[in-house]
């Protein structure tokens, strides 16, 4: 079948820096999405990988590993307004978007 | 990025009637729009997929005849639930693709239903 992993919630202060991870099992790969999702709201996108590597886009930065089905979501220089659910999402072969249930991330002063 | 709209963003209606929801992507085209549901605290569950000119693929268990999806023209999408009950109250999102299968899904702001 197919699986999405990452962590349900996570803790961090203003300023620090947080990292969420996703792993993957899915039927082919067509690249990784991660989504930002504050509550209420539907989710924006943030970034796309779908070569191995780091992808940095301003404080945001988002890591991929094919061979070991594993991303990450680099958050810098935390604001309150990063409180959010981060969502990880990858396209398998059939061009469908399987997501992850989201990473509910808590700024604290 | 791309901007997709959705329209209404807050509906509540009666029990057993009808609701429409649109949804438009407006600074590109769309050959695959997305409608999903999302319950409080809980992940989005994508009800079905729809591609421009041909039927809408469904999910498993969501049926068909209740969420009844359109897909027009390259720039709008309509997913109307008929017969709505208390338990289809839910956040409605669209999501849109552009020509490549590759490309990002560009979501809508969401329409929260409320069926009482």
């Known amino acids: 079948g197919q699986n999405i992993d990452q962590p349900t919630e996570m803790t961090a202060t203003e300023g620090a820096i947080v990292q969420i991870n996703c792993t993957y099992q899915t039927s082919g790969f067509n690249g990784l999405f991660w989504y930002q999702q504050h509550a209420g709201e539907a989710p924006t996108f943030l970034s796309y990988n779908v070569l191995d590597g780091l992808e940095e886009k301003g404080r945001f930065s988002s890591f991929l590993s094919r061979s070991k089905g594993y991303s990450y979501l680099l958050l810098k220089e935390l604001q309150m307004k990063d409180s959010a659910s981060y969502l990880c999402a990858v396209m398998d072969s059939n061009y469908q978007l399987i997501w992850g249930a989201g990473t509910k991330l808590i700024i604290k002063p | 990025g791309a901007v997709v709209s959705q329209h209404p963003s807050r509906v509540i209606c009666k029990s057993g009637t009808s609701v429409k929801i649109e949804c438009r992507s407006l600074d590109f085209q769309a050959t695959t729009m997305f409608w999903y549901r999302q319950f409080p605290k809980q992940s989005l569950m994508l009800m079905a997929t729809s591609n421009e000119g041909s039927k809408a693929t469904y999910e498993q268990g969501v049926e068909k005849d209740k969420f009844l999806i359109n897909h027009a023209s390259l720039t709008l999408s309509t997913l109307t639930v008929t017969s709505a009950h208390p338990e289809d109250s839910s956040f409605y999102i669209c999501?849109?693709?552009?020509?490549?299968?590759?490309?990002?899904?560009?979501f809508g702001p969401g329409t929260r239903l409320l069926v009482l």
């Open positions: 999501s849109a693709r552009g020509l490549g299968y590759q490309e990002t899904q560009y």
